[in-house]
């Protein structure tokens, strides 16, 4: 099927904020090309288990629907309504007070009311009023209820795949009212009927098959963290070892998969190499958890708890005493928001201790797993690095918050702190993008695909526009990221909206500034483009 044509930035930004002639019950939904994701394939639904594996795509009439569809959607709602008291909370409490309707990047970037996140959020609550309370149930329209049909399932659809979970509405909402949880309840909805997106579910299906989002074997993955090894020698001198499902070990290292295999996320891996050998790490990559990221976050509670459930079985199989997570974005989520009470504290393992610092990470007692940002600044705090910045010369940088180590972690501090030592130009974004109040790169929860690329260069547009203005005010050509899907996504941001911009991860620069033992006088970065000095040094 062949991608939409995205319309051009000028035609883009002509955004229409007024709404639709019909109230919202009666406005169809469009599914225009460039908007939506394909449909899950069915090879990957039949790996998962998933139900209702079959070839259909969201323009489709027939979605081929289980017959009793309607009966196994409603019948799910009341289980999660009975399940999850948040669930049953968000639905009733919303006073429409509209404190989180401009707060959506997705509503910004389109104008489409039904990404606002309380009418985003209306679309499941017409419903449950509807089949689970009394004045719904009573006075229909007039309770702002509704039926369940067809065409209000294609509507879900359609906007619960426009939202990334990035859960910046509920900063706003008086009553902390997560829509990131209710799109997650209305994904898990129309699962259980067979609708899903492939961006989703294929990375889930590869996971388990190969140990990664990208379905790549164990053999590519070695031969990848090879390659790298070759580029760190050729760039530093220093031949740094690949451990690779090494047994007992200290230290299991689990990274998003988009590190190994796709740029610029393999020069943050090279980073980690880099940073490990020098600090003498007793660590080991593994084949078997080669992937950092959890896509059942976006498909169901279950999945998620499968999927994190891997990480850990590695480490019991190794016999390490802690994992190290790296920059990776929604990983970080399921381990502070959910892994307890899915999987439980993972008491087989040790309170994580530096071997460099013997700093304690007490905030990793129950997950065992300590966050590489953590880690690296507290060997700069403890003096354990030694860090040339101006090896960084040429990088004018500014951070971008990735909205899970935020706003579900709350790792502000320790990025900055590790930039501003390995940087000499960092400029931040304006107060009210960044931080808790960051904007998403509008293509995180699954909708990073290409079929969907106007909608993410909507959904990216806030965030483009406050990197635009660090670039116009300071020169910034560098934006800095701690998550494997905003280095893909940004990417694709910045060459539609910001040219000259490029994205890198935090490890990057730092191994930029690294000064490692035995290595030669560096002549480039780690991309082999010339240090600044150099370059101009070798004309003379
Ligand atoms: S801010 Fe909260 S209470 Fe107000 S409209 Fe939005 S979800 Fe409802
Ligand atoms: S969670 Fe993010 S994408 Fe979803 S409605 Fe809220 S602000 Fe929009």
């Known amino acids: 099927m062949a991608s939409a044509k995205t319309p051009k930035p000028d035609e883009l ?47 489709d009439e027939d979605w081929k629907l289980p017959e009793n569809w309607k009966g196994i959607i409603l019948e799910g709602l009341r289980e999660r309504l009975e399940k999850h008291r948040s669930f049953r909370l968000f639905m009733d409490i919303c006073v429409r007070c ?39 149930k009573r006075f229909g329209k007039l309770a702002g209820a509704r039926d369940l049909t067809i065409d209000v399932l294609k509507e879900w659809f359609y906007y619960f795949y426009q939202c990334t979970e990035c859960r910046r509405c509920s900063v706003f909402c008086p009553y902390g009212i997560d829509q990131a949880e209710i799109t997650m309840m209305g994904r898990e909805l129309l699962n259980l009927v067979g609708c899903n997106i492939n961006w989703v579910i294929e990375p889930a299906a ?3 098959r190969t140990g990664n989002h990208l379905g790549i074997q164990p053999g590519g993955v ?58 003498g790490l007793n660590y080991t990559f593994s084949t078997y958890a080669s ?13 998620i708890k499968r999927l994190n459930a891997k990480i850990y079985a590695e480490a019991k199989r190794l016999g390490v005493k802690w994992i190290l997570g790296g920059e990776c974005g929604h990983m970080w989520r399921v381990l502070h928001q959910y892994m307890d009470t899915m999987n439980g504290p993972a008491d087989f393992l040790e309170e994580p201790v530096s071997p460099i610092t013997g700093t304690r990470f007490e905030n990793a007692r129950s997950t065992k797993m300590v966050h590489i940002a953590e880690f690296t600044a507290d060997l700069i705090r403890n003096g354990k690095l030694k860090l040339d910045p101006s090896r960084n010369d040429a990088h004018r940088v500014t951070f971008h918050d990735s909205c899970n180590p935020a706003r579900a972690m709350g790792l502000f501090e320790e ?26 790169c509008g293509g995180g929860a699954g909708l990073g695909n290409d079929e969907n690329m106007e909608m993410r260069m909507r ?49 990057e620069l730092l191994a930029n500034a690294l000064v490692m033992k035995g290595e030669k006088e560096r002549a480039t970065d780690l991309r082999g483009e010339p240090l600044q000095g150099k370059a101009a040094d070798e004309t003379l």
């Open 13 to 59: 930004i002509a955004i229409r904020y007024a709404p639709p002639e019909t109230p919202w019950m009666e406005t169809p939904t469009v599914f225009r090309p460039g908007t939506w994701s394909y449909s899950g394939g069915a090879k990957s639904l039949t790996a998962l288990g998933l139900p209702n594996p079959r070839a259909w795509q969201p323009p």
């Open 98 to 136: 509209g404190a989180c309707a401009d707060k959506c990047h997705f509503f910004i970037g389109s104008g489409d009311p039904k990404n606002m996140p309380v009418l985003r959020a209306e679309l499941l609550r017409s419903v449950y009023r509807r089949y689970f309370t009394a004045s719904g």
């Open 206 to 208: 590869n996971c388990f």
């Open 222 to 279: 070695k031969d990848m963290l090879e390659f790298m090894a070759d580029d760190i020698a050729d760039r530093t001198g220093v031949r740094v070892e690949i451990p690779l499902n090494k047994k007992g070990v200290d230290i299991l290292f689990v990274t998003p998969s988009g590190d190994y295999f796709a740029d610029p996320g393999t020069y943050t891996c090279m980073g980690y190499m880099m940073l490990f050998h020098e600090i």
């Open 291 to 303: 992937e950092g990221g959890n896509f059942g976050l976006f498909t169901s509670h279950e999945m």
């Open 415 to 440: 990025p900055r702190y590790i930039i501003s030592h390995a940087c000499n130009h960092f400029h931040e974004m304006a107060e009210d993008t960044i931080r808790e109040k960051t904007l998403c």
């Open 459 to 507: 959904g990216g547009m806030p965030r483009a526009m406050a990197v635009k203005q660090v670039k116009e005010k300071h020169g910034v050509n560098r934006l800095a990221c701690m998550c494997a899907i905003d280095r893909a996504t940004l990417t694709s941001l910045m060459d539609y909206w910001v040219p000259g911009v490029t994205v890198t991860g935090v490890h």
